[in-house]
């Protein structure tokens, strides 16, 4: 008997208004309308051979096809040994006690940045985003940013820099020099551009937009910036994707959750990083998934989001401060 | 303490490391290429009361502090031959090369063979490479099906072979690849490919030793990670697109699944590593459309987070608590 199944790698999430299948091997989202819904479950446990009997020939037919689709397009198999696939284990597990972290730099030297590089080292951060609040020449970049990487386990380093005379050229026998430096993204500039682009060398980009993040720090969600994988999908069943595992400190040398997030858990000159972020109430909003919160439990993309918004909770129920602009009935942005 | 013997930028013993940092494991690496820096290099003493060792350098460690060993990989660097460069001209300077590489390498045997009568080891110091075709006849002799195999040098028996089923051909060894150097270089890398009544045609009465085998109908190829009696199986459908038929190391975006080996064949594996004394190895098989399960090979140390990431088996933490829970 044949029956009809997806790869475990492709994942129908269902939404209120409407659903989508993410393909975590290929990094793809399709939609799917919710119509389609009940039939999918159905067939999923049933043989093909009961199809005809159940839906009567013409509607046979018409699932059939339906069916074949998602086997064309390598989302779905047929198989006559639906026992040997198992599904995926959802746990999500990662021996880091911080993943990533978003530091703000600026001239007021408010916190010793070799000093918050090598606590976030001890707590197995394997990526940061440094933004600069102002112009940092490239030896100084060189001498207070990427001097401190060197021998640490932070493999990924991303730059944010204002607009100011330093050339692509240059930033990019930086990247040579520190490979860890790996983006660079010049804010505040005349043009929203990608200025470099090399996908072979460690996915090194360096691009340019408009957008002065100095005054508008909030990020907007779009379609595009979702790109599914197991690792994202399985930490988002029981995390908050945006937020989980991250640490943030701003120019004054505040710990927080997110650069956006008005709370501040101490200074890092007079706190250790170890003692602040294994605090419970630091790491409370790791663990409030999409699926919890109103409005995003209902989305099809939530467990892919990467919105980084702040949550606060009434009467029992949580929110998200900043909304995106995903209206989900219409299923427009 | 966890000994963890590997080579340098070697990922999955980054990761493992990464686990027992977290774990709160106490752990030493040692790279193969350390085992011969002085500053590093272990001691072993024997004497009628006992048989020690302990490592030098700063993270010293003597053999009673070490719990359990990851046999991981082992680089090996020729022996530094500074101290006889002055040799390097006379004729038996090779001979004394050779002398002192395999100086290096029974001394690290030596301190394997106490290691290993001492602690747990997860791997094999012996065998970090096998012999594909001793394999083979290992796994048949416990009862796994495996592909018909011919190894020969005349076109007489290989068109008889060829008669039977269409068939493939690979290299006996892990070949890496053979570099051309003309104009510029280019690089032939070693995987497999199917003989066709062409080539036949074209191949000498007499050939060098060759590898060939059935070609077998493939459904999905099957990737068993195996850790201490248990196994983790991916299937990797290879089958998605014309390209990737014949080897699907040659190209990316095969669908790679859990999946589920009946129990006779679970058994079997197990049967099987434990005959060859490995108490870990990923294996491959082919799952044909018959439903046969087809044996090909087992690697003592190789990758396996393509298994792990894909089915999300969180291997890297496994091996770090199975080390662990003998520390
Ligand atoms: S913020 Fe919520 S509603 Fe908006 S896209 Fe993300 S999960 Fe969906």
Redesign the interface.
Known sequence: MEWFRF???CRIVAGKYSSAIYDL??SVIYDLPNAFLEVIREVEVMPLEQMPEKYGPARYQQIKQFLDKFVEK?LA?YTTSP?????????W?K???ITNAVLELDDTASYSFDSVIKQLNEL?CQAIQVRLGCNFSTSQATEQILKALAST?INFCELMTPHNDITAAEWISLMDLQPRLRRVYVYAAPDDAVLYNDNERYGRKIVSFKKDIRRENKEKIRLERFSPN??SF?EAQSHNLGLNRKVAIDSQGYIRNYISHPATFGHVNEHLLADVTTQPAFREKWFLPNDWIEGCKDCQYRYTCVSNSDIRKENDKYYKTEMCTFNQQDNTW | MVLIISKDLEPSTDKVIDWLRYLKVPFRRVNGTDMLNPGHAPTLQVSSKQADMHFNGEASAALSDITAVWYRRDGSKPPDTQAIASLQEAGYYQDVVHHLSQENAIAKKALYALLASHTRILGSFSKSSVNKIEVLINAQQQGLDVPATLITRSKKELQAFMDAHPIITKALWESPGITIQEEKATNYTSYTEEVTPDMLQAIPEEFFYSLFQEKLDKELDLRVFYLDGDCYTMAIFSQMNQQTKVDFRKYANNRNVPYQLPADIEQLIVKLMKAMQLNTGSLDFVKTRTGRYVFLEVNPVGQYDMTSVPCNYQLDKKIAQYLSQHA
């Open positions: 790869f475990a790698s091997d290929r390598e198999f026992e040997c696939f198992p599904d995926i284990d959802l746990t597990e021996p880091w006690h197995g386990q197991i690792l399985t």
